[in-house]
């Protein structure tokens, strides 16, 4: 199993989980064109996707399902909630998943499970091949028990880290914006992510990565100050997605 982002951040968020000849991209708030040029910076094609997997109906991740899979006969998973707010219930190849349930898509196992956020049902995921697991945890503004549970003893990590909430009190967003983002159903600090990492089951982890950073309301230093500090690692050995260039390939043995 391998995985790879095609960005992360406000503009758009893409992610390619690839086990055996499957490949899934998770969310799409890239255009057709942008999906093209950021697969074959990882010597892939929109050809070569199985399916898209929706976590929730905010633009910055699915403002390119709908024209992606139109284009290229993809299938798109979503929730009930997710599907009806993006307005995906509309497409013949749109199919529903529950935030509880475990399903599959050809080789990759996706076990899904319900974060707070400010979307009608959001979820974030683990992905697996039978013997690793990889969790991803974005777009979500508090930690529950069981977030907590669902990625436990994960082999890689996909981690929110969103702002620094120094940065975010001294930034120009008006008011009410720097509420919903630092809020209950907003998205994770530096700390809060640390704070669930340090809590979790690390000794399987080969990879760690810090994504959907601020690029207003953070640093890449501050991120990786922070998880590695929850490890007890260097800061070298956590990744950091990026924006335009996204995350190249890796692979989870």
């Not at 076990?111 to 969790?135: I, Y």
Request: charged share 20%; glycine share 10%; aromatic share 6%.
């Amino acid at each position: 199993m391998r995985f790879a982002l095609l960005g992360s951040g406000s503009r758009g968020n893409g992610m390619v989980i690839e086990v055996g000849r499957s490949l899934v991209l998770l969310d799409c708030g890239f255009s057709v064109s942008q999906v093209k040029m950021r697969l074959a910076n990882l010597g892939k094609r929109p050809e070569d996707l199985t399916a898209v997997v929706v976590t929730h109906e905010h633009s910055d991740h699915v403002s390119g399902v709908a024209a992606l899979a139109r284009n290229f006969d993809l299938e798109v998973w979503a929730t009930a909630g997710t599907a009806q707010a993006a307005g995906l219930n509309e497409s013949a190849g749109c199919r529903l998943f529950d935030c509880h349930a475990p399903f599959a898509i050809d080789e990759v196992e996706a076990m899904p499970f319900p974060v707070p956020h400010d979307a009608r049902e959001p979820s974030q995921f683990v992905f697996g091949n039978g013997a690793r697991r990889l969790g991803l945890l974005t777009d979500v503004g508090s930690l529950t028990p069981h977030i907590a549970e669902c990625l436990d003893g994960c082999d890689a990590l996909v981690l929110e880290c969103n702002h620094d909430p120094a940065l975010l009190a001294a930034g120009d967003y008006p008011p009410s914006l720097k509420q919903r983002v630092g809020g209950r159903h907003g998205h994770l600090s530096n700390g809060q992510a640390a704070d669930l990492l340090g809590r979790l089951d690390g000794t399987r982890l080969q990879h760690v990565v810090a994504a959907h950073l601020s690029e207003k309301n953070n640093r890449p230093q501050l991120a990786q100050q922070a998880l590695a500090g929850a490890l007890g690692c260097e800061m070298e050995w956590i990744a950091v997605a990026d924006q335009d260039a996204g995350l190249g390939w890796r692979e989870v043995f």
